[in-house]
């Protein structure tokens, strides 16, 4: 048990990754607080409207969409410590205003769109290059075990972030939830400011001549990575809008109050933990299959989520959903980054990134459609039914081409074997 433990943290015996995850367990932290205080006022300020909900996710990651690929740019032509330094500060801006806004008493639904709109900026830089800046810190060797630790924080914050909100708005109010998250990006800046540069290890090669489309071409003669990365761009377009659809669940379908919503996303974020502690043994680059097999087992448990009965199979179908979500990102992302060129890795990751929450504008806008129609359980049964299909395609054809591959020499073989037996 102490071998499997020990193989599972290797990463953390490197002092800039520990000084970096430390930071970023606040931080994320503070966002997922910040996502539940979000939706709430939303919904409050709306009259639980599901289509201005999905408005203020799709202005979130409509920068995404447009800015991500030269997000990754910058990730691979500057300093990234820098990078992720000036973007932590730029995204407490906004945080820091809502909270003065919902104080007094003076917010409207207009800041929320802005300050999304902000964030979404940001991320679109610091996404890619904090997904890069992983295997700077530890090494090619350590990057799957440092990768799948990364979505193990970030899943603890989703997993401590809710349902600490959840609490806090019932007893405090938003204003407090907002302040808290706004500071926890201090946390991360002082992460960084420790990071010792001389320790870090980036890849040699002309960074600054390679220009984005240089990036897409070297994807585009990959399958292994072009596959990975459509599968994961109709599942994330489909099936990962739970920002959207797991409050409308809470609150229209089960009537649950803020403490009751943070502990269903809660749930997804526990279930999510526990496959990314799954993924931490991982040594090496995982098979297409593994990954085609991780979207089908998604899409179905999503699907079942979408028609639990109760509150309490909701929980558990979502936790579930959560292990599955897991696995198949974690999967993807490994396959396309240890697949990669280290000079590319930045736009790779980049447009992994584009794909993954750059669908999101989109999906959000089309769920909220979805559950304003037919009800919010549409939402999560039509993603989940898209993401099966998705998967199960992805079997067939990947399937088909190993078979393909395969029969090529036997196949002649067995012509001309036919033509001697007909002699």
């Not at 979404?120 to 090619?140: C, I, K, Q």
């Not at 009537?255 to 502990?263: D, E, I, Q, R």
Request: charged share 10%; proline share 3%.
């Amino acid at each position: 048990m102490a071998k499997v433990l020990a193989r599972a943290f290797r990463s953390l015996s490197v002092r800039n990754f520990r000084l970096f995850a430390a930071g970023q367990v606040m931080s994320v932290t503070g966002t997922w607080m910040m996502v539940v205080a979000q939706d709430w006022l939303v919904l409050d300020l709306t009259g639980s409207s599901a289509s201005e909900l999905g408005l203020v996710t799709a202005l979130q990651f409509t920068p995404m969409l447009l800015l991500t690929l030269y997000g990754g740019r910058l990730a691979d032509r500057y300093d990234k410590r820098m990078l992720l330094t000036v973007a932590n500060l730029c995204s407490a801006a906004p945080a820091l205003l809502l909270t003065s806004a919902v104080c007094t008493g003076q917010v409207r639904l207009w800041q929320l769109y802005a300050a999304a709109l902000v964030l979404g900026v940001v991320n679109a830089v610091e996404v890619p290059t904090r997904m890069s800046f992983v295997g700077d810190l530890v090494g090619p060797g350590l990057l799957p075990n440092a990768s799948a630790l990364s979505a193990a924080y970030f899943n603890a914050a989703r997993v401590i972030g809710p349902a600490v909100a959840g609490v806090l708005i019932t007893v405090l109010g938003v204003g407090w939830v907002m302040l808290l998250n706004a500071a926890s990006y201090l946390f991360t800046v002082a992460g960084l400011r420790m990071i010792r540069p001389a320790e870090l290890s980036r890849a040699a090669g002309a960074h600054d001549r390679i220009r984005v489309g240089d990036g897409l071409r070297y994807i585009r003669s990959r399958a292994d990575l072009t596959g990975p990365l459509v599968l994961v761009a109709v599942i994330a377009l489909f099936g990962l809008n739970f920002q959207l659809t797991l409050p409308l669940l809470a609150r229209t379908v089960f009537g649950a109050n803020a403490l009751s919503f943070g502990l269903l996303t809660t749930a997804l974020a526990a279930g999510a933990l526990l496959g990314a502690f799954a993924t931490t043994l991982r040594r090496g680059r995982p098979s297409s299959r593994l990954v085609t097999g991780s979207a089908v087992l998604f899409g179905a448990l999503e699907t079942a989520a979408g028609r639990a009965p109760t509150y309490a199979s909701a929980v558990v179908l979502v936790f579930l959903t959560g292990f599955a979500q897991l696995c198949f990102a974690q999967a993807a992302n490994h396959r396309i980054q240890l697949g990669s060129d280290p000079r590319y890795r930045g736009r790779v990751l980049a447009l992994y990134t584009l794909v993954l929450q750059g669908a999101t504008p989109l999906g959000s806008l089309l769920t909220g459609w979805l559950a304003g129609c037919w009800g919010a359980r549409t939402g999560l049964w039509v993603g989940g039914l898209v993401s099966c299909a998705a998967g199960c395609v992805a079997v067939a054809l990947g399937g088909r081409a190993a078979e393909a591959k395969k029969g090529t020499t036997p196949g002649k073989a067995t012509a001309k074997e036919s033509v001697e037996n007909s002699t």
